[in-house]
């Protein structure tokens, strides 16, 4: 018989949360690091899936695998109308190179431990629970980055993702067959009815002022460049200064230029080179050719075109006083999002409601989530993250904030499944 059950006092399991984020940790884990290694489609990445939709499996939640890879558990309880849209948690479990347990991790785990936390308590939802993770989030494999997640929306199509070739030569379609997740879901997927992705903050801001919840209500514009510089190759010692072609000087004036540039715009502009890469690299020649990336974020499109626009005058004008080629290639390129108002209330007003402090924050790294902002009401949580360290073996969010963003994620995703009570 249902009745009407108080969900205020109902709270996940902390200690099992974080034996599954250690058993996850285990696969591809970096000696003498808490970190891990896992690259998309990788043999570590096949591991951590298998691990994964175990868990899934383990839990009565009916999987599915489309033809990028993505992998949906849905989950219904005893009175959960099945003919009704999931709503929809998740993020990603492969990692960059030296990559750290909690990153895109986090979000998977979390989910199917609401869904463990309410089914032990007995409760239904109206809306059905989804848990997903997406296939090639961090991009560090096959670019772009939220690959995965971008073909599940219709933002790429299928072909041309499965068509996508990796730094390392490898073709994106080959390594889903040869690991066995290519899929036969169809992508685009069905819009869920909502989505929201528990993540660490991957940044300083929550632990500098001492907040444990961040309710996101944006996620910055993202503009990844390849340039590449071609000049003239000569012997260091006797060429004189001023009839060199040299890309390895080039490389270096944009690399200043793009520091100096998002100093002078302010605000939230920020400006990366991650990438310099010199051939024939050699201390005693004068460089043939430089490859260099450029990574300009802003949560303004209109700044962050500026940005963009300042760059390329700048590499036409260096060009041509250096008496060197230099073009350009993106890698990837998406719109600042703004996620759904209403949702992220609902975030915010949850974490005061279960005690938790609680600020409103855009977040300056990309996520699943604004992806899934195309096509649905969306928002995302975050934890802190000590010293603001991610995309590194030494990340760290202490257990406590970990479960208070999983508590939260919790009633959120509760309140989104059923908006008339919670059924027992």
Same mark, same amino acid.
């Given at each position: 018989m249902?009745r009407?059950?108080?969900?205020?006092k109902?709270?996940?399991n902390?200690?099992?949360?974080?034996e599954?984020?250690?058993?996850?940790?285990k696969?591809?884990?970096?000696?003498?690091?808490?970190g891990?290694?896992?690259l998309?489609l990788?043999d570590e990445?096949?591991?951590?899936?298998?691990?994964?939709?175990?868990w899934?499996?383990?839990?009565?939640?009916d999987?599915?695998?489309?033809g990028i890879?993505?992998?949906v558990a849905?989950w219904?309880?005893?009175?959960?109308d099945?003919?009704?849209?999931?709503?929809?948690?998740?993020?990603h479990i492969?990692?960059v190179?030296t990559g750290?347990r909690?990153?895109?991790?986090?979000?998977?785990?979390?989910?199917?431990?609401?869904?463990?936390?309410?089914?032990?308590?007995?409760i239904?939802?109206?809306?059905p629970?989804?848990v997903?993770f997406?296939?090639?989030?961090?991009?560090?494999r096959f670019p772009?980055?939220?690959?995965?997640?971008?073909?599940? @929306? #219709?933002?790429?199509? /299928?072909?041309?993702? =499965?068509d996508t %070739?990796g730094?390392?030569? &490898?073709?994106?379609?080959?390594? !889903?067959?040869?690991?066995?997740y290519?899929?036969?879901?169809?992508?685009p997927?069905?819009?869920?009815?909502?989505?929201v992705?528990?993540?660490?903050?991957q940044?300083?801001?929550l632990e500098?002022?001492g907040?444990?919840?961040?309710?996101v209500?944006?996620v910055?514009?993202?503009?990844w460049?390849?340039?590449?510089?071609?000049g003239?190759s000569?012997?260091a010692?006797t060429?004189p200064?001023?009839?060199?072609?040299?890309?390895?000087?080039?490389a270096?004036?944009?690399a200043?230029?793009?520091?100096?540039?998002a100093l002078?715009?302010g605000?939230?502009?920020?400006?990366? @080179? #991650?990438?310099?890469? /010199?051939?024939?690299n =050699?201390?005693n %020649?004068v460089a043939a050719? &430089?490859t260099?990336?450029v990574? !300009?974020?802003n949560?303004?499109?209109a700044i962050?075109?500026?940005a963009?626009?300042?760059l390329?005058?700048?590499?036409?004008?260096?060009?041509e006083?250096?008496?060197?080629?230099?073009t350009?290639?993106?890698?990837?390129?998406f719109?600042?999002?703004?996620?759904d108002?209403e949702?992220?209330d609902r975030v915010?007003?949850t974490?005061?409601?279960?005690?938790?402090s609680?600020?409103?924050?855009?977040?300056g790294?990309?996520?699943?989530?604004q992806?899934?902002?195309?096509?649905?009401?969306?928002?995302?949580i975050f934890t802190?993250?000590?010293e603001?360290?991610s995309?590194n073996?030494?990340?760290?969010?202490a257990?406590e904030? =970990?479960?208070?963003g999983t508590?939260v994620?919790?009633h959120v995703?509760?309140? !989104?499944?059923n908006?008339n009570?919670?059924?027992k």
């Amino acid at each position: 018989m249902n009745r009407e059950v108080d969900l205020y006092k109902l709270r996940i399991n902390i200690d099992r949360l974080l034996e599954r984020l250690d058993d996850l940790a285990k696969i591809g884990a970096i000696e003498n690091t808490d970190g891990c290694s896992r690259l998309a489609l990788t043999d570590e990445d096949k591991e951590g899936r298998d691990l994964v939709v175990t868990w899934m499996r383990d839990l009565g939640m009916d999987i599915t695998i489309d033809g990028i890879g993505n992998v949906v558990a849905v989950w219904t309880g005893p009175h959960t109308d099945p003919t009704l849209k999931p709503v929809m948690t998740g993020s990603h479990i492969d990692t960059v190179k030296t990559g750290g347990r909690y990153d895109g991790n986090l979000g998977v785990l979390a989910g199917l431990e609401v869904v463990e936390t309410l089914a032990e308590a007995g409760i239904s939802t109206r809306h059905p629970l989804a848990v997903g993770f997406f296939t090639d989030e961090e991009g560090s494999r096959f670019p772009p980055d939220m690959l995965g997640s971008l073909v599940y @929306v #219709g933002g790429m199509s /299928l072909e041309d993702g =499965l068509d996508t %070739v990796g730094i390392d030569g &490898a073709v994106l379609g080959d390594e !889903l067959e040869r690991i066995g997740y290519r899929g036969g879901a169809p992508c685009p997927a069905v819009a869920p009815h909502a989505f929201v992705e528990l993540h660490i903050e991957q940044g300083p801001v929550l632990e500098a002022e001492g907040v444990t919840i961040g309710a996101v209500e944006s996620v910055q514009g993202i503009s990844w460049t390849e340039i590449t510089i071609k000049g003239q190759s000569n012997h260091a010692g006797t060429t004189p200064m001023h009839l060199r072609r040299d890309p390895g000087y080039a490389a270096a004036r944009i690399a200043t230029f793009v520091r100096e540039l998002a100093l002078e715009l302010g605000g939230r502009q920020v400006a990366t @080179v #991650g990438q310099i890469k /010199l051939h024939p690299n =050699l201390v005693n %020649v004068v460089a043939a050719n &430089a490859t260099i990336t450029v990574d !300009l974020r802003n949560t303004e499109e209109a700044i962050l075109q500026q940005a963009e626009q300042r760059l390329v005058e700048f590499c036409d004008r260096l060009a041509e006083d250096e008496k060197v080629t230099i073009t350009t290639r993106s890698l990837a390129r998406f719109e600042p999002v703004v996620f759904d108002p209403e949702v992220v209330d609902r975030v915010a007003h949850t974490a005061a409601e279960l005690g938790y402090s609680v600020k409103r924050m855009p977040s300056g790294a990309g996520h699943d989530a604004q992806m899934l902002a195309r096509v649905c009401p969306t928002a995302m949580i975050f934890t802190p993250s000590w010293e603001g360290l991610s995309h590194n073996p030494f990340e760290f969010t202490a257990p406590e904030d =970990l479960e208070a963003g999983t508590n939260v994620l919790l009633h959120v995703l509760a309140a !989104l499944a059923n908006e008339n009570g919670y059924n027992k």
